[in-house]
Each structure stands twice: as C-alpha cells, then as structure tokens.
C-alpha cells in the first residue's frame, strides 16, 4: 500500500476510505476529491481521453482529474447523478457540463429559477446553483460510462462523507438513473439514515421517505430518469418530465420555484 507516514497517498485504494472522514469542509473535500488516484483502470482512461480528445475539442486542456461536486455547501436538495462523462466533465472539470446531459440537467434547473444561466460550459462560466448542489458516486469517467462494483465501492466514502457535510441542511435528493439510487441506498443506511424494508424501488417519479435516526427529520428520495443523450432522443425522458421531478424535488426540499434570484 503506497503511504505518507501513516496514511495512504492518493495512489491507494485506500485513499478516499482513510481520507474522506476526516475532512472538515464541503470545499476541503471537493479539493481532496480531485487528487485521488485510487482506481487504476479510471485513472487510465480519464487520462487516455484527454491525450486523445474529440475533433471539436482539441484545443482544450482536459480536466482529466476526479471532477469534485458542484453548488453550495449548505444546499437543501442535492441531485445526484453517475459519473463524468470523458469529454464532459472529465473536460471541464465541473459535473454535468459540457456535455448534452448537462445541457438537459441545467436547462432544466434554470427553468426553475435554481441555476443562474441555461447553458453550462467551464467552470469559469459564471454558472450559480441555489439551494442545490451535484454530485456523484463515482468522481472519474469510465469507460462506456460503467464503472465496477469494486470502482463505485472504492469511491462511496466521497459520497458518504459529502452528505455527512450536507445533512444539517439537506431535506431532498433527485437520484439520476438506475446506478445512482442503488449507490446511494447503503450510503444513507451506513450513515445513519433509516431505510424502508423492502428497500425503496428506482423508478422515475418513485419517492421514498427515509428518516434520520439522529434527530428524526424526514430526508425525500425522489427518483428520476438520467437525461442521457440516448434517453433524451428516445423521449424516455422529455424536458418536461426532467423538470417534474426536479420541481418535486425543491417543493420537498423547501425551496421556492420561480425566477433566479437577483
């Protein structure tokens, strides 16, 4: 195991597991998060892709690093979603942007007045969440964006520990995709949130009522489609059913829905 002093380096696999406990902040973390080289096979291909890089985007600077998440740090509703796309957010270095996932997700959220600006390209592009912050359960890019079992476990304690930063505020998360609710369940059951048996079921539109065994506040699950590019053509999801469960989402999370603040 590769370590400095007593902790692993970000080359272990160990890394996010002894790491993320022990950060303080959601800004520490987004900033430890993108150092980590705990996944081989990821680390190859994020950067593989930045080498090669697409026709229309050969005169950028690839990211080519784990892509941190993205809103403010006392956000009432997160989204949660898969993972980078190569030439999305492993380009830009922010989630959901640059890619047509990203143009359906935020087109979307400034519908509702929750991001500042429809369209999002760099992270120097002025774009503002309110009241909602991105994430994901995997923070590189994988090939044909499937990451393994042992990939998405290796990478759930940045996701753990980001909730756990989160949870004073957090009242609702909109999980994106199949992959992403069956991530995020044993997270929310590790960390002391109380799961319905049987275990809530992904659809788009399912809800699902988990409550903090701490404190006994009620946390909403609301389950939606991934606005990938396949599923938008194929109209399995339309805008209009992307901005549903999103609304849903911030009325369950106390958040007004309307036009952008300022």
Same mark, same amino acid.
């Given at each position: 195991?590769?370590?400095?002093?007593?902790?692993?380096?970000?080359?272990?696999?160990?890394?996010?597991?002894?790491?993320?406990?022990? /950060?303080?902040?959601?800004?520490?973390?987004?900033?430890?998060?993108?150092?980590?080289?705990?996944?081989?096979?990821?680390?190859?291909?994020?950067?593989?892709?930045?080498?090669?890089?697409?026709?229309?985007?050969?005169?950028?600077?690839?990211?080519?690093?784990?892509?941190?998440?993205?809103?403010?740090?006392? +956000?009432?509703?997160?989204?949660?979603?898969?993972?980078?796309? +190569?030439?999305?957010?492993?380009?830009?270095?922010?989630?959901? $942007?640059?890619?047509?996932?990203?143009?359906?997700?935020?087109?979307?959220?400034?519908?509702?007045?929750?991001?500042?600006?429809?369209?999002?390209?760099?992270?120097?592009?002025?774009?503002?969440?309110?009241? !909602?912050?991105?994430? !994901?359960? !995997?923070?590189?890019?994988?090939?044909?964006?499937?990451?393994?079992? $042992?990939?998405?476990? $290796?990478?759930?304690?940045?996701?753990?520990?980001?909730?756990?930063?989160?949870?004073? $505020? /957090?009242?609702?998360? !909109?999980? /994106?995709?199949?992959?992403?609710?069956?991530?995020?369940?044993?997270?929310?059951?590790?960390?002391?949130?109380?799961?319905?048996?049987?275990?809530?079921?992904?659809?788009?539109?399912?809800?699902?009522?988990?409550?903090? +065994?701490?404190?006994?506040?009620?946390?909403?699950?609301?389950g939606g489609y991934h606005p990938s590019q396949r599923n938008m053509s194929t109209r399995t999801l339309t805008p209009a059913?992307?901005? *549903?469960?999103?609304?849903?989402?911030? *009325?369950?999370?106390?958040?007004?829905?309307?036009?952008?603040?300022?």
């Open positions: 195991m590769s370590t400095d002093g007593n902790r692993p380096t970000p080359q272990s696999r160990h890394f996010p597991l002894a790491t993320a406990p022990r /950060l303080g902040s959601v800004r520490e973390l987004d900033e430890t998060v993108s150092t980590c080289r705990a996944c081989p096979r990821l680390v190859a291909w994020r950067e593989e892709a930045a080498r090669v890089k697409r026709r229309a985007f050969r005169d950028w600077e690839y990211w080519a690093r784990p892509v941190p998440g993205f809103g403010p740090p006392d +956000a009432p509703m997160a989204i949660i979603g898969l993972a980078p796309a +190569a030439h999305g957010g492993n380009r830009t270095g922010r989630i959901f $942007t640059g890619d047509p996932s990203g143009d359906a997700l935020y087109a979307a959220l400034h519908d509702l007045g929750l991001a500042s600006q429809p369209v999002a390209t760099h992270r120097d592009d002025g774009m503002k969440l309110y009241g !909602v912050r991105i994430t !994901v359960p !995997v923070h590189c890019a994988p090939p044909d964006n499937r990451p393994t079992t $042992t990939e998405r476990d $290796t990478c759930r304690p940045w996701l753990a520990q980001e909730l756990e930063l989160l949870r004073p $505020t /957090l009242r609702a998360i !909109v999980v /994106l995709g199949g992959f992403a609710w069956q991530a995020l369940l044993p997270v929310l059951t590790a960390t002391g949130w109380q799961v319905s048996r049987p275990r809530p079921v992904f659809g788009h539109g399912a809800h699902a009522q988990l409550v903090d +065994a701490r404190s006994g506040r009620a946390l909403h699950l609301i059913m992307l901005r *549903d469960v999103l609304h849903r989402g911030a *009325d369950l999370a106390g958040l007004p829905v309307g036009h952008p603040p300022g």
